[in-house]
């Protein structure tokens, strides 16, 4: 029970650090230029799709590091399938 | 053997929808993860209605599927280096051939991940099957 | 009132309330989870502009914020892959201790 009132005082002291993200609407932006630049410079990449534009040519170094953190975890979870099997076969 | 007919006629239809948002992820919504896990349903269908004897061989070799998409994706990267002057430059500027590419190869990767996975887990749980 | 961003964050907390109470190992991975949707849900909301369309070209002339939306690309794929992870040690601590609950990993004690 005291664990309970615990970690509710821990997710509102949370909450209230995040509160000025709970009460955001969609009117009020940050102004980003970021995407202006994405927006004006498209046509260098020949995409029509924006998203794919940016995932796959200005932030291609991004998108390589997230495949080699799939990578990993992939092979982390074929070479765990591995051992089980060895496991099973002693 | 409804399952098992429904499965075997819908699977190419899946693989072939996959395909599709993969290569047109440049001009229409979709791209490679889209089209990966597209590619990777049509499979795991397969893997459902008739067992794991099916894709034996599919996931016997997955692991080099996946590794082939990893490198590829750093071959790739070298040459935007070689040719265009910094890591991951278009190859021919102002024309789709980067973002063809490496969907292409993105879909391959993660077509292969979630096939891999999907294979251990059900291994886990199907003994027999 | 209540759009995209408030319920975001409001399911990134239920998940780390979630993470924190529960003992059971496939539980935390599931929190995990709802973690992750939370993230999803606030990050396609930031990038929302009202009455905007879909970032193509040809569509609609004003279009939403396209780069939360690609690191979201991003975000699913990792989430897919750390619980598939997390899983996949979880069932070979099952196999070591015969039980699911994290305090037994630990020789017993709270």
Do not use: C, I, K, M
């Given at each position: 029970m005291r664990k309970d009132l615990l970690t509710l005082l821990l997710i509102f002291m949370i909450a209230a650090l995040l509160l000025q993200g709970l009460q955001l609407s969609y009117e009020d932006k940050a102004d980003s230029e970021i995407d202006d630049y994405y927006k004006e410079h498209q046509s260098r990449t020949g995409s029509d799709n924006l998203v794919e534009a940016i995932l796959l040519d200005f932030r291609a170094y991004d998108t390589f590091g997230e495949v080699m953190v799939l990578y990993v975890a992939i092979a982390g979870v074929i070479i765990l399938g591995k051992t089980l099997k060895r496991r099973d076969d002693r | 053997m409804i399952v098992k007919t429904a499965g075997r006629a819908l699977a190419p239809f899946i693989l072939l929808s996959g395909v599709y948002v993969a290569s047109f992820g440049f001009l229409s919504p979709g791209g490679g993860f889209q089209g990966g896990i597209l590619l990777a349903s049509g499979v795991i269908l397969i893997l459902v209605t008739h067992g794991r004897k099916e894709v034996h061989r599919l996931a016997e070799n997955i692991d080099w599927f996946e590794t082939f998409g990893a490198f590829s994706f750093l071959v790739v990267g070298l040459a935007g280096l070689v040719l265009g002057g910094y890591f991951f430059s278009n190859l021919i500027p102002n024309t789709p051939l980067m973002c063809i590419i490496l969907d292409m190869v993105i879909a391959l990767k993660v077509f292969a991940g979630t096939v891999a996975v999907f294979v251990y887990f059900f291994g886990l749980g199907v003994n027999e099957c | 009132m209540l759009n995209g961003l408030n319920v975001g964050m409001l399911t990134i907390l239920v998940g780390l309330y979630g993470m924190t109470r529960t003992k059971n190992s496939v539980k935390m991975i599931m929190c995990l989870g709802v973690i992750g949707s939370g993230v999803i849900l606030f990050f396609v909301s930031v990038g929302y502009v009202t009455g905007a369309g879909v970032p193509i070209l040809g569509h609609q002339a004003e279009m939403v914020d396209p780069v939360p939306h690609t690191v979201m690309l991003t975000a699913i794929v990792i989430d897919l892959a750390t619980m598939a992870l997390g899983l996949a040690l979880v069932y070979h601590l099952y196999e070591e201790y015969?039980?699911?609950?994290?305090?037994d990993y630990l020789g017993g004690e709270d």
């Open positions: - | - | 015969g039980t699911l609950d994290v305090t």
